[in-house]
């Protein structure tokens, strides 16, 4: 499975971000998919997660209510709409894949991963 991910950039705290992650190489519709980040000097951290039906989403505390995890299977294509962005959201995100096609928070979970996009919070 290869990944793309896009969509990060410079933003002021309070503002919004969309990123996106393109998949091909398996089915979609068949793949888990999440959201995790790092910031320097920190492990990755989970942010978000979606079953591959997309009926299932869940959240990482320190994101719920303002971030939200879609899918459109129809274009192989994962999102993350970021809203009310703070300093402490500065990292690279990653998007990755879960085969099982479940939802999880944990990233031993996923086995392929997308190349990252740097997302940045100014105060």
């Known amino acids: 499975v290869q990944l793309q991910a896009s969509g990060g950039g410079l933003v002021q705290a309070g503002g919004s971000l969309r990123l996106s992650c393109a998949a091909s190489?398996?089915?979609?519709?068949?793949?888990?998919m999440g959201w995790f980040r790092q910031a320097p000097g920190n492990g990755r951290e989970f942010v978000a997660t979606?079953?591959?039906?997309?009926?299932?989403?869940y959240y990482a505390d320190s994101v719920q209510g303002r971030f939200t995890i879609s899918r459109e299977n129809a274009k192989n294509t994962l999102y993350l709409q970021m809203n009310s962005l703070k300093p402490e959201d500065t990292a690279v995100y990653y998007c990755?894949?879960?085969?099982?096609?479940?939802?999880?928070?944990?990233?031993?979970?996923?086995?392929?991963w997308g190349q990252g996009t740097q997302v940045t919070v100014s105060s």
């Open positions: 190489g398996r089915t979609f519709s068949t793949l888990g």
């Open positions: 979606i079953s591959s039906n997309g009926r299932r989403t």
């Open positions: 990755g894949v879960d085969l099982s096609g479940k939802d999880s928070a944990f990233d031993t979970a996923y086995t392929y």
